[in-house]
């Protein structure tokens, strides 16, 4: 199994940055995919961004050229920074994993607010 910890989560003021981090634990060696997903109030849960072991990208319409996923070496840690922030980036962010089994983190509240 798979566990997933988010941290880096916060309320910002529009035009603002944040990075987003989560760390992987387990049988790591196992993921073949780790990405970003969203849910705000009222709404589905979304797909953000995700990233392969080969580091190829895929990005949501409305995050491209605002926001980078990117991971270390060894699949440990995956990050999202993420700038220029809209007030319609309020949600909570989740981080997922997938090999095999999929696993998500518990989510961390991004708040982007004047």
């Known amino acids: 199994q798979v566990q997933l910890v988010e941290s880096g989560g916060g309320l910002v003021q529009p035009g603002g940055s944040l990075r987003l981090s989560c760390a992987a634990s387990g049988m790591i060696f196992s993921i073949n995919v780790m990405g970003w997903y969203r849910q705000a109030p009222g709404k589905q849960r979304e797909l953000v961004a995700t990233i392969t072991t080969a580091g190829s990208t895929n990005y949501a319409d409305s995050v491209k050229g605002r926001f980078t996923i990117s991971t270390d070496n060894g699949k440990k840690t995956v990050y999202l920074q993420m700038n220029s922030l809209k007030p319609e980036d309020t949600a909570v962010y989740y981080c997922?994993?997938?090999?095999?089994?999929?696993?998500w983190g518990q989510g961390t509240q991004v708040t982007v607010s004047s």
């Open positions: 997922r994993a997938v090999g095999g089994l999929v696993a």
